[in-house]
């Protein structure tokens, strides 16, 4: 942890951090003494070097702060206060003596240019047995999961932990063994290596795109020290301790300490989209020291600095540490370390130290785990091949038992049957028990996994084919990142989004204001005539203007352009004076540099409507009044912050008169404005028109201060610049004093730009029951509008707020704690609903909230209670006891948050933590057992979307991190209604159609030679001929089936986009479940009954046309079979919804396929050739001649589909389903029907005004401004200095005249 103490010039001098000693936890040594001595002093100072807020027991949430930060323990947060020593020149000199001596909580040390160090024995770790890694990860990532030598095991492995495939090599082992092999061993190993050979080629293909993935992102280049010289090297050879140089537009390898760049004072502008989805770049400044000496390549060749700081953690937005150089010590933290993932943006050149590698950086620790994720038919399909298990167990044991007793009863006593073995009957019926396990083993067949991954392969390729998910101005398609969860997308209950990025464009526009009373910005002509149609406004009058601004109102131009109303011109020059946008000129163009995208939009707006922001130093600003350049003395500017929600400037005009100009949330702005505002009212009437339109706001005003009045402030304003304690506080209050008073000239709307089709595909997503939960970490106020925005919220919605539900979360625990007791257990469980039925809730809660009611927070305890150990076995247990019951009051309290959340429409979460994104999925998942999604589209999305049951990522500027965390990735939010309601549910139809449908046609199957049994001594012989065994599932049921499961649909796209209801069936498992599994069984042995019986009546005691009986064992095999596979294949086509002449073709080319192989099969050609397997030489053509077998086949098909025809028309007719409502009225539905917005019930005056106030969650560049940090001289470029060979050392003043040259 840092510590501050004052300079000689009155700046923070950094010091070397004080480490806890041992003393505190119980010992008397000086350490612990001097920690509690400085301790109380340091907390005095902890206001200016960290303003986030500590959960304390007695603290109420703050709901404008990010809360902690994600992996805090309970010891940093009591150690996150730093403490001052005064003796800074003894600590200076002392700090290397006492660096192994002092026990430190940072333990993570790096020495610069030195990779021989990070190679030292104590920083090494035993991996495996006495193989030692060191600590330090190098650069490489792996995302991979096999490598050349451990595919095939590792894959095998994988593979075989599904039991069904342990099942199947039992069986085959078994088919080996001679005296219990009913079916060649071939009729197992055949499909089983094609079951593991097409999973292991999918598992290979997709490991193979994450290692091309890894390899391009591991060679990427960049310049690193080596020899004392700068030199090309990859991303994957870079270590911790290796000063690096990256340029403009580069991406950060690794999370670097900056040390200096080509900007002034060695400010570094990044871009963190790939982080957390913003584009608006953040600045970071490295240390004065660093900056000063560290410029030139040799003397970052020789910089050897140490650091200290603390272990790799998933905190975005913190870093601790210190950096040890010159016999100093200087204080690190966040704003000084650029995180890998950032893009190096409007600087040249900058220098960094890598601090954290590889999986150790940020980026990669916010990751979280990758989870194994398997679909909910996938665990039910495990249940009913279990239930399978028992049936053929409980079969096979079952005719086991009846051969055992045949053989005592008939066997033995028939010589007939005398196979030269004397076993005894129960041995045989133990032999028959396995050989029953054989031959009924195709009740779960090991084809039902081929074809489901077959079936899955092809969703995902027609999701990566869809041209309708296709976003051809960034050309990127949607993509099934994974082939395993497609029917899960037809079964989601829960979203939860992210906003910037992913609801948003994070593209701010300036749409409408209202000045003096008057709303500008609708359409309208130069003669203030509104029109429907009308061309946008030429701004080409305007030399300034960007082109990019699209307004309609011709008659703001007119009424800026002719001056008769002074307040407009005013207006729009506190746009462009009010601010603290840094301005950057290249080519001839303007830039700005905007702290949030608000500001941004609004200095944007102001320089196209005449008013530009040319420039500024750290006292003055000049602007372009219309052509007419003026500067103005920059006296004071009053920073926005969090709690003031506003910011003010205070300006010297060119004829001497000082103004105060100020903009900022209504509800501050209006507070603060003189008694005497005739627009007042006109201008609130105005925010309530632009908040029903879900635009965001400012107010802005000015005020006429007097010389004096200004004179006497201003000497409190610097007393407070410099106070020692409380600073921020200080300068509050005294910006307080003079704004008040004000004027006010109007307000501005910004509108937040959704992408296209949210508001449409969140009111069509929850009309198919889909509850969408926001997770953001923006200001509560953004998260409500955008809220409004996508109809989530309306204005008949009633909002409740943490506070709120967390008396009502209070009172329920109260109300369980009162009804526990001795029989609380026996209780039934009462499920009382929170709110009354019928009303429209929605839940907004912060995440300081979200810690307090989930008792997540962090309090502080005393290290004297931490020093009491329990001490008999009566404590022992009284405090597991006592932990028990936080546990459960814990877990209860967080049940009864997610029933009360779950009664809301909507729930908003915003200022959370990415851990607390995960937690509330996590939640939602364990205590609602639900299919959630999430979505997002940056690196703070990342844990969130692993831990929900599907991972959505945008792809698109924001970076790739969410991407490749992702199961499915397309680029625009609106995208995500099609993949549900289409995709998601023809998916789950089609495979729960599937599963049915195999189910039946295997029990169908393999259930004839149960029944067969009983007539053959229980003696285990088939039914069919081995090939057909063989060759059914792969063959001659196969294709129909597959074709089903890969394009039949109940529906179109359209209509199935049309009525989200339709969706409705997969939330409720109404398509496969227990009872749909026990009715294709109770199906599967029906036919399997008439299939078997009606032929076997037909062969008892008949005689053929030519006076011989057909009723040997073949010619019934062939019927049996005949009957089978044409019922299974036109019972498919009962079950087909979507017609096409690939489905025909595959079911009557199945039939002929049988017919065409059977007849070869018993051929006596193949019989001369193989005559040990093909024994049915010419029964297909001696049975199949004769028209009493073909009548006995169509009366077999007839009784086993008529009854099922007539139950389905019945079901159709009297019980029909939404889908059979639709399917009878298609034709009528064919035209489209155009969403529209649900119109807003806007009422004039209504007193519930909504600030959404355009600004930064954080502090703008004002800091900068003022001290004038940012400002760039005229400096010679860096290039040119490090080639100067006689330029002097950094700091000296030959250096510094030839700098500034």
């Not at 590792?154 to 069904?164: I, M, P, V």
């Not at 029909?1216 to 649900?1238: G, H, V």
Request: hydrophobic content about 40%; overall charge neutral; aromatic content about 12%.
């Amino acid at each position: 942890m840092g510590t501050c103490g004052h300079s000689d010039s009155g700046g923070w001098q950094p010091q070397r951090p004080l480490q806890r000693d041992s003393a505190v936890e119980g010992s008397s040594g000086r350490g612990g003494l001097y920690w509690l001595v400085v301790v109380p002093f340091a907390s005095r100072m902890n206001t200016e070097r960290d303003s986030e807020t500590t959960f304390e027991e007695d603290s109420q949430p703050n709901d404008e702060v990010v809360p902690y930060s994600d992996d805090e323990t309970e010891d940093e947060l009591e150690d996150q206060e730093p403490a001052v020593e005064p003796e800074q020149n003894r600590v200076n000199r002392e700090v290397e003596e006492n660096r192994d001596t002092i026990k430190k909580d940072c333990t993570w040390h790096i020495k610069a240019n030195d990779r021989k160090f990070h190679e030292q024995s104590h920083f090494m770790n035993t991996k495996f047995f006495c193989i030692k890694k060191s600590k330090y990860a190098n650069n490489a990532i792996k995302t991979y999961k096999y490598n050349v030598f451990t595919f095939l095991p590792l894959n095998l492995f994988e593979q075989f932990k599904r039991a069904a495939n342990i099942y199947f090599v039992g069986l085959l082992i078994l088919q080996a063994i001679p005296q219990i092999s009913t079916l060649a061993w071939y009729t197992t190993l055949v499909p089983l290596l094609l079951v593991l050979g097409i999973t292991a080629i999918k598992d290979l293909v997709d490991d193979v795109a994450r290692h091309k993935m890894d390899k391009e992102v591991n060679n990427r280049t960049c310049e690193v020290i080596k020899n004392g010289r700068f030199k090309s090297t990859k991303w994957k050879n870079i270590q911790v301790g290796d000063v690096i140089r990256l340029k403009k537009n580069d991406f950060v390898p690794a999370d670097i300490l900056l040390l200096s760049s080509s900007e002034p004072n060695s400010l570094c502008y990044v871009e963190t989209a790939e982080l957390d989805g913003e584009t608006n770049l953040k600045f970071k400044m490295a240390l004065e020291i660093t900056d000063q000496y560290l410029q030139r390549e040799d003397t970052l060749a020789i910089f050897d600095g140490f650091i200290e700081c603390e272990e790799p953690n998933n905190r975005l937005d913190k870093f601790t540490g210190t950096l040890f150089w010159r016999k100093r010590s200087f204080p690190l933290d966040a704003d000084k370390i650029l995180l890998r993932g950032c893009v190096i943006r409007n600087t040249d050149i900058c220098h960094g130290l890598v601090i954290f590698a590889g999986a150790d950086t940020k980026i990669m620790k916010n990751s979280g785990k990758t989870r194994f994720k398997r679909t909910k038919i996938d665990y039910l399909m495990n249940y009913m091949v279990y239930t399978i298990f028992v049936v053929l167990i409980l079969l096979s044991a079952g005719l086991a038992i009846g051969h055992a007793y045949w053989e005592a009863q008939v066997g033995n006593y028939s010589w007939y049957l005398y196979d030269g073995e004397n076993a005894t009957p129960s041995y045989r019926g133990f032999l028959n028990f396995w050989g029953y396990i054989i031959i009924l083993n195709t009740m779960v067949p090991i084809s039902l996994y081929v074809s489901v991954e077959i079936i899955r392969l092809g969703q995902s390729h027609f999701i990566n084919w869809d041209l309708q998910m296709y976003y051809s101005e960034k050309d990127t398609p949607a993509k099934a990142r994974t082939t395993t969860l497609n029917e899960q997308l037809g079964q989601i209950h829960y979203i939860f989004s992210d906003k910037t990025g992913t609801l948003t464009q994070n593209i701010m526009t300036f749409k409408k204001c209202c000045i003096n009373g008057q709303i500008y910005g609708d359409h309208r002509d130069a003669s203030q005539h509104s029109h429907s149609k009308i061309e946008q406004v030429d701004f080409s009058w305007n030399t300034f203007a960007d082109g990019k601004l699209q307004f309609y109102d011709h008659y703001l131009i007119e009424q800026i352009l002719s001056g008769k109303e002074p307040e407009i011109r005013q207006f729009f020059f506190l746009l462009a004076v009010c601010h603290t946008v840094m301005v950057d000129r290249t080519d001839g163009q303007i830039n700005y540099q905007a702290a949030s995208p608000d500001e941004g939009a609004l200095v944007n707006a102001a320089r196209n409507f005449g008013f530009a922001f040319l420039a500024r130093t750290q006292n003055t600003i000049t602007i372009s009044e219309l052509g007419t350049e003026r500067t103005y003395d920059v006296l004071a500017i009053l920073d926005f912050n969090s709690d003031r929600k506003r910011m003010s400037i205070i300006v010297r005009t060119p004829e001497g008169n000082i103004r105060l100009y100020c903009k900022g949330a209504d509800t501050v702005i209006y507070e603060r404005l003189h008694q005497m505002n005739p627009i007042k009212q006109e201008t609130q009437d105005a925010l309530d028109i632009f908040a029903s339109e879900t635009l965001r706001t400012l107010c802005l005003c000015y005020k006429e201060i007097e010389e004096k009045e200004f004179a006497e402030w201003n000497k409190k304003f610097m007393a407070a610049s410099v106070a020692s304690t409380n600073r921020d506080e200080a300068l509050d209050k005294v910006y307080e004093e003079i704004e008040k008073d004000l004027i006010l000239l109007g307000a501005t709307a910004i509108e937040d730009k959704l992408q296209d089709g949210v508001p449409e595909t969140i009111s069509k997503l929850a009309k198919a029951d889909i509850k969408i939960w926001v997770l953001t970490g923006d200001k509560k106020e953004t998260a409500e509008n955008i809220g409004f925005a996508c109809e989530l919220l309306t204005e008949d919605t009633t909002i409740c707020y943490g506070e709120d539900i967390n008396s009502l979360l209070h009172t329920r625990m109260e109300n369980q704690r009162n009804r526990g007791g001795v029989y609380a257990k026996f209780a039934p469980v009462v499920h009382e609903p929170f709110f009354p039925p019928g009303e429209n809730r929605a839940l907004i809660i912060t995440g300081s909230w979200l810690n307090e009611i989930l008792l997540e927070k962090k309090a502080k305890k005393s290290n004297i209670l931490k020093l009491k150990f329990p001490r008999t076995e009566e404590e022992r247990r009284m405090r597991t006891q006592s932990k028990r019951r936080l546990e459960a009051k814990k877990e209860q309290q967080q049940k009864n948050f997610v029933d009360l959340a779950c009664e809301c429409s909507a729930v908003i979460c915003c200022r959370v933590t990415p851990k607390q994104k995960a937690m509330v999925v996590d939640l939602v998942k364990r205590y609602k057992k639900a299919i959630t999604l999430a979505i997002g589209d940056g690196a703070n999305d990342v844990n969130m979307i692993k831990t929900a049951h599907i991972g959505v990522g945008i792809s698109g500027q924001e970076g790739m991190q969410a991407v490749m965390s992702s199961d499915y990735s397309f680029a625009q939010f609106r995208y995500l209604q099609r993949l549900l309601l289409v995709h998601g549910r023809w998916s789950y139809i089609r495979m729960c159609k599937f599963l049915r449908y195999f189910f039946y046609k295997n029990f169908a199957f393999t259930l004839v030679h149960f029944w067969y049994s009983f007539f053959n001594g229980y003696s285990a012989q088939t039914a069919y001929e081995d090939w057909f065994i063989t060759l059914y599932n792969v063959v001659y049921s196969s294709l129909p089936v597959l074709l089903m499961g890969l394009l039949d649909q109940d529906v179109s796209d359209k209509l199935s986009l049309r009525f989200p209801r339709l969706y409705v069936v997969g939330q409720r498992d109404l398509l496969f479940n227990y009872k749909r599994f026990f009715v294709s069984l109770l199906h599967g042995i029906l036919t399997s009954m008439v299939l078997f019986f009606i032929p076997f009546g037909a062969y008892l005691q008949t005689v053929g046309q030519d006076g011989e009986a057909p009723s040997d064992y073949q010619s019934f095999a062939v019927t049996v079979a005949s009957a089978l596979v044409i019922t299974v294949n036109f019972q498919i086509g009962l079950d087909t919804s979507y017609w096409t002449f690939v489905n025909a073709f595959s079911i009557f080319g199945s039939i002929a396929l049988y017919f065409g192989i059977m007849f070869d099969f018993h051929s006596a050609g193949i019989h001369v050739l193989f005559p040990s397997a093909f024994q049915f030489t010419g029964t297909a053509s001696n049975a199949l001649r004769q028209p009493y077998i073909w009548l006995t086949i169509i009366l077999t098909v007839a009784v086993c589909l008529l009854p099922v025809v007539a139950i389905r028309f019945l079901s159709m007719t009297i019980w029909p389903s939404e889908s059979d409502k639709i399917q009878k009225q298609r034709k009528r539905l064919t035209a489209e029907q155009q969403w529209q917005r649900r119109p807003t019930a806007f009422r004039r005056g209504a007193s519930s005004r909504r600030s959404a106030y355009a600004f930064s969650h954080q502090r703008g560049y004002a800091d900068l401004i003022s001290s004038g940090r940012s400002i760039r001289r005229k400096r010679a470029p860096l290039d040119a200095i490090i080639a100067d060979e006689g330029i002097a050392t950094p700091g000296t003043a030959e250096y510094r005249r030839k700098a500034d040259s």
